[in-house]
């Protein structure tokens, strides 16, 4: 029973990844990062991803920050903000995001103010969905861990 | 002297008894390849020193250029000298950084008598053509587009390591064998980096164009297959400005 429970978490873990996989939201750099993962460096991937998260949601807020000022001209200082999201997104394979800011890009090249916001909501909503489903699979990983430990004794 | 593997080992034996203070056994750790990664965002050096720390390299990551080289002691303001056990011994940086880009700090580095040797790789997210002809044209080792994977680092560490060993072979041995293998096998991960092993030399077992004889793909490799990186080699072909000169 208890080694279904593991077996079932890992089987849950991989449905998660594949579905992920399927709608683009992740891309094979994701995968590298869990092959960097080890016995050395157990945690490598949700301590990557969590920095992520911690840049981002300040990103996000910039974003917002800027494109809402009245006084808005300011497109340059979008523009790094979106190269520094892009690029962590594609360094941990969030493939999605990493597109809609692309399209954001383009929207602020062109100074089109309103193409800018509907961007930022579609990122904001994009990002949202990953950490929601990254944190699952993160819990999953976690339950699955204590599943096997649980087991092992068993096994003794 | 043979070119099996195992009468490599006996060569590199003979010839580091000769050389001073040089053990050139795999396992030293002395001979681990430094590396000083420069990038603003905190989210690539944390994988850009995982990727290094987990292809054996020492990694020191610092978060621009102006940091790089303080820590290298070039910086005019603030010297930090006396590093030395911390030789670097590559540089790898990100290209789009606030202050400094990775383009002026290769530009820096090759300025300087002292460090002008270091090998410097750049990164990129975009994949511009001339943005990667004008880094190579400063001295730039090599060029990986970003997302760097591990098969990008561990390709760089083969040259490097291969440069490395080379350096010292240079000194006495068999300077016919090196000419003769005209290409490297750094992108063939899974050939280990022999020197005096032949040398997989054709074009078409390369998993990546090279920039030279093909326009780059998604993931260019400046340095494939057809650009070599022994030394000798590099004497005679084209793609001898790409290297770092090597002392004779």
Redesign the interface.
């Known amino acids: 029973m208890l080694g279904l429970g593991e077996d079932r978490l890992r089987a849950d873990m991989n449905r998660l990844l594949a579905l992920l996989f399927h709608q683009g939201v992740l891309d094979e750099?994701f995968l590298?990062?869990q092959?960097?993962q080890?016995e050395s460096?157990p945690n490598?991937v949700s301590?990557?991803v969590n920095?992520?998260f911690h840049?981002s949601e300040k990103l996000l807020m910039n974003l917002r920050t800027l494109l809402m000022d009245k006084e808005f001209s300011g497109y340059k200082k979008i523009g790094?903000h979106l190269?520094?999201m892009?690029?962590?997104s594609?360094?941990?394979?969030a493939k999605r995001l990493a597109n809609v800011c692309v399209a954001f890009r383009t929207a602020s090249q062109l100074n089109n103010r309103p193409g800018c916001l509907r961007a930022l909501e579609l990122l904001e909503h994009e990002y949202c969905y990953l950490k929601n489903k990254l944190h699952e699979l993160f819990q999953l990983e976690q339950q699955r861990i204590l599943a096997a430990g649980v087991r092992y004794p068993r096994q003794m | 002297m043979t070119t099996t593997a195992n009468g490599v080992a006996a060569s590199w034996r003979r010839i580091s008894d000769t050389i001073d203070g040089f053990d050139l056994s795999p396992s030293s750790k002395s001979n681990e390849v430094h590396v000083l990664a420069v990038d603003d965002s905190f989210v690539d050096r944390k994988v850009i020193e995982r990727l290094l720390t987990i292809s054996s390299c020492k990694v020191t990551a610092v978060d621009s250029g102006r940091r790089a080289l303080q820590f290298l002691g070039l910086d005019e303001e603030e010297s930090t000298n006396g590093f030395d056990g911390l030789k670097v011994d590559l540089i790898i940086t990100d290209y789009c950084m606030p202050g400094m880009t990775g383009y002026e700090l290769l530009k820096k580095i090759k300025e300087s008598s002292t460090f002008r040797e270091i090998p410097v790789v750049i990164m990129s997210s975009e994949n511009v053509m001339a943005r990667i002809d004008s880094c190579l044209k400063e001295g730039a080792e090599d060029f990986i587009v970003k997302p760097v994977k591990l098969s990008d680092v561990k390709r760089i560490k083969d040259c490097m390591t291969r440069e490395f060993k080379l350096g010292n072979e240079e000194r006495g041995v068999n300077k016919r064998k090196l000419r003769e293998s005209e290409t490297c096998a750094c992108d063939l991960s899974s050939s280990p980096p022999s020197v005096m092993s032949s040398l997989p030399s054709s074009p078409s077992q390369s998993p990546q164009p090279s920039l030279l004889s093909a326009p780059p793909s998604p993931s260019p490799s400046v340095l494939s297959s057809s650009a070599p990186c022994s030394p000798s080699s590099s004497l005679d072909s084209p793609t001898r400005r790409l290297k770092m000169t090597l002392s004779d």
């Open positions: 750099q590298q990062l092959q960097l080890d460096s490598f301590e990557v920095i992520y840049e790094i190269n520094q892009m690029g962590s594609s360094s941990i394979g």
